[in-house]
């Protein structure tokens, strides 16, 4: 348990904003021993393989197609580490709380600290991912089911959100992604970053926005270490699950269920009425899918970027979540 506390300068009226708004405060993760080389690299070690995302992307933020699966063939967690600082390479070590409980600790005491430093925060599902990235590495404009909140720790990177008022993502994409008939990767226009809130984020700084704020991101500096939890409220699911029922709706019912109100009873009695067709199989919506890449490239310290092409390259599929 680490003593002091992991949130720094956070005013009450910081906190109220949480939920409402793109959002940038201040923590001290990043002076933790945990974040350091060594540390890392005995992570990585230890990371079950199955639960290591390798990623790999052009440079053009609209071509969000660039985005490709690799694997790490026999290479160590140290050469993974290098890979990552010299290559075009995004490692995602997923679910860190599952399977380090240094980092259970450690993200259960952030939450904590933030459930009792923001007024009325519950929250459920907690879960972490690691990422480790190169210094050009990017991600594609995308949203995100949970909340997600960004603690930077190494390095710097450019993140821009895009607010949802300005209503650059419809409703249906949203449900799309939900269900996952959509990857979380969208179609980007550069033009729609006049409408973005842009943040040079910094170590030591925590980036988090509305749930299903679209958003990209573009390293600037140096590897990029940063840790990034997700959660969920009773708000967050009720949320997902009016999106969710609203498509439903439409699809057996027919009609225009359309509202994405989440006050009052109505859409209680949605959420309700949601639940009760997940039931009954002959009313039930189909178990939402996961977008799956192909395996495309081998992480090679030789290799340009540290991508190695491989021939089995299939056609990305949707697979049960
Ligand atoms: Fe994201």
């Known amino acids: ?36 080389d060594e540390h890392l690299v005995e992570t990585l070690d230890r990371h079950p393989r199955r639960d290591l995302g390798i990623n790999t992307m052009g440079s053009d933020p609209v071509r969000h197609t660039d985005w490709q699966e690799g694997r790490a063939g026999n290479l160590t967690a140290e050469q993974l580490l290098a890979a990552a600082k010299q290559g075009r390479v995004w490692l995602n070590l997923r679910r860190v709380m599952d399977h380090h409980p240094e980092y259970c600790e450690l993200v259960n005491q952030l939450y904590e600290e933030l459930e009792a430093t923001c007024p009325g925060l519950a929250t459920y599902n907690r879960s972490a991912n690691l990422l480790i990235s190169s210094p050009e590495a990017i991600v594609y404009y995308h949203l995100d089911c949970p909340v997600n909140m960004l603690w930077h720790l190494r390095g ?13 993502v419809s409703d249906e994409t949203i449900e799309g992604v939900l269900c996952g008939e959509k990857s979380e990767e969208l179609e980007f226009r550069p033009e729609w970053d006049e409408l973005a809130i842009a943040h040079d984020l910094q170590p030591g700084e925590m980036i988090t926005w509305p749930q299903h704020t679209p958003h ?6 140096g590897v990029n270490v940063s840790l990034s939890t997700e959660h969920m409220t009773r708000q967050a699911a009720r949320r997902n699950n009016v999106f969710l029922a609203n498509r439903h709706f439409r699809a057996v019912l027919g009609g225009e269920f359309r509202s994405t109100e989440l006050q009052g009873w109505r859409p209680g009695l949605k959420e309700f009425t949601l639940r009760v067709m997940r039931r ?4 039930a919506p189909q178990p939402p899918q996961g977008f799956k890449y192909p395996i495309s490239f081998e992480v090679d310290l030789e290799a340009p970027n540290c991508v190695r092409p491989v021939a089995e390259s299939r056609e990305p599929k949707f697979v049960p979540m």
């Open 280 to 283: 009954i199989p002959a009313l």
């Open 156 to 168: 710097s990177k450019r993140v821009w959100a895009y607010p949802l008022e300005a209503g650059l």
């Open 1 to 36: 348990m680490n003593c002091q506390p992991l949130l720094q300068n956070w005013t009450p009226a910081q906190a109220e904003r949480m939920n409402t708004a793109i959002f940038v405060a201040q923590h001290r993760l990043h002076q933790l021993e945990l974040f350091r």
């Open 216 to 221: 990209r991101v573009v390293n600037t500096g």
